[in-house]
């Protein structure tokens, strides 16, 4: 069953990694800030599965799950949060 976990967590939070360069011009400060805004849905949405998902691990017995099921887990949030906070940034600025 971890491993059925991993999968739909690897499948449904892949984080998007792939740095976002500033190019000057007009249309590439667009499409870069369209990237942007993407990226902020994307993290919004992997954080909102995230949050029902650790909801249902508190409803279950957390000893059932190994340890770097877990941290995994915690990872992936983290890399979400980070990439949420600097989608917003970005989006504020531009």
Do not use: W
């Amino acid at each position: 069953m971890t491993q059925f976990l991993n999968t739909i967590l690897s499948k449904v939070c892949s984080i998007n990694t792939t740095p976002l360069n500033q190019n000057s011009g007009s249309n590439q400060t667009s499409d870069l800030k369209t990237k942007y805004c993407q990226n902020l849905h994307t993290s919004l949405k992997q954080l909102e599965f995230i949050s029902c998902f650790e909801m249902h691990l508190d409803n279950k017995k957390e000893d059932s799950y190994k340890l770097s099921f877990l941290q995994e887990l915690a990872r992936i949030k983290y890399s979400a949060e980070v990439n949420t906070i600097q989608s917003i940034q970005y989006c504020k600025v531009a």
